[in-house]
């Protein structure tokens, strides 16, 4: 299956019925998607930067988000 974009939401969403993730993955994916733009651009908020914004625990729970994942997709495609 060929997939476009960078929405993790929709990007799971579009999988067929037996892979979809779990409820708590798919929370996870919403999670990161909120942090898409503001932490990649400098100018994504009105003023300031990304680093005046994030905070160390929101950092360490987007990586065990991003993991968790990182894992589920592992173990679909055989890694």
């Known amino acids: 299956m060929e ?3 960078h929405t993790l939401i929709v990007l799971l969403g579009n999988l ?3 892979y979809r993730p779990s409820q708590d993955l798919l929370d ?5 998607d909120k942090h898409y733009i503001p932490t990649r651009y400098p100018n994504g908020f ?3 930067a990304p680093t005046d914004f994030y905070t160390l ?3 360490e729970g987007s990586c ?7 894992e589920f997709c592992k173990g679909h495609i055989g890694e």
């Open 46 to 48: 009105d003023s300031g």
């Open 28 to 32: 996870y994916a919403r999670v990161l």
């Open 64 to 70: 065990t988000y991003a993991k968790a994942l990182l």
């Open 3 to 5: 997939a476009w974009g």
């Open 57 to 59: 625990k929101e950092a």
């Open 16 to 18: 067929p019925l037996d």
